[in-house]
């Protein structure tokens, strides 16, 4: 199994983007899909997440309202729509795939699978 995220790019404060996670080898639909990120100097920390089924969702508490994650399992990809970006959010996201089908595991350690990454930066 193999992921592979994309969409990162350079945006400014205000403004949006959305970021792919494409799941190969496997079916998607076996997996919650977690999104991650990292900044510079800071720990990896859980951005949100889906369940298999797309019909529970979990954000930490920063991205409310502001990120929507989806999924569409026939494409084995899922999604992550970042809107109102702001500086701080500056990062490389990472998408995770978890065997977790009861909830939305929000440690990395949870996850089984783990895409290369897409930076995103948001410039003042």
């Known amino acids: 199994v193999q992921l592979q995220a994309f969409g990162g790019g350079l945006v400014q404060a205000g403004g949006s983007l959305r970021l792919s996670c494409a799941l190969s080898?496997?079916?998607?639909?076996?997996?919650?899909v977690g999104w991650f990120r990292q900044a510079p100097g800071k720990e990896r920390e859980f951005v949100a997440g889906?369940?298999?089924?797309?019909?529970?969702?979990r954000y930490a508490d920063s991205m409310k309202g502001r990120f929507v994650i989806s999924r569409d399992n026939d494409k084995n990809t899922g999604y992550l729509q970042m809107k109102s970006l702001k500086p701080e959010d500056t990062a490389i996201y990472y998408c995770?795939?978890?065997?977790?089908?009861?909830?939305?595991?929000?440690?990395?350690?949870?996850?089984?699978?783990w895409g290369q990454g897409t930076l995103v930066t948001v410039s003042s």
């Open positions: 889906i369940a298999w089924s797309g019909t529970m969702t």
């Open positions: 080898g496997g079916a998607l639909s076996s997996y919650a």
């Open positions: 995770a795939a978890s065997l977790n089908l009861f909830t939305i595991p929000t440690m990395s350690r949870e996850y089984d699978h």
